[in-house]
């Protein structure tokens, strides 16, 4: 089973690639996602952040994602203990997702969708590291063009994360999607062929 960890900066293209592998038979298992269910009311990792950042519940009992971020964006040490409670979970719950992948097929390929590699995961054991990169200005244009950000915010919430430098340092395969659409999801058909190839060469 090899086990791809799939990384880029906000607005790179990671989530075109990801979904490209996956019609192609690939199980992804999304960071966001297992981020958003942990945050449900009931979860331990909702109540652990309650507890530490006080009043960040709406009144149904659900996370208030922007008052949290206005505590957090900027400000190291909240990030810090933010991530704290956050990271060890999806640790945990993305792992017991990649024994499930395998458990019903040895011959899956697992692609882990995760946004903060770099940050968090850098030295896991993953079979293969593939970066989707665009420069950095060309994604500073999609979020404004694309999700409507201004570009003050645009500039900050690319500067808030890893640099393409390091990204890339920790690279085996790079996507480039700074061009058109075609172009990256025809390196996604090539990448698929190699993992579907059991062509993926181990990480010591």
Known sequence: MP????TGGIASGK??????LARHGAVVVDADALVRELQQPGQPVLRAIAAA???VLLPDGSLDRAA???LVFGDHDARHRLNAIVHP???RESARRFRAALAADPDAV?????PLLVEARADDPWDLVVVAHAP???RIRRLIELRGMDEADARARVASQASDERRLAIADVVIETGDDLE??????DALWERLHGDRVGGRS
């Open 3 to 6: 086990l791809v960890a799939l």
């Open 15 to 20: 989530s075109t690639i990801a979904d490209r």
């Open 53 to 55: 950042f006080g009043d």
């Open 68 to 70: 949290l971020g206005a």
């Open 89 to 91: 979970a999806v640790g």
């Open 110 to 114: 697992v692609v882990y969708d995760v």
């Open 136 to 138: 950095a200005e060309e």
């Open 183 to 188: 172009r990256t999801l025809e390196q996604a």
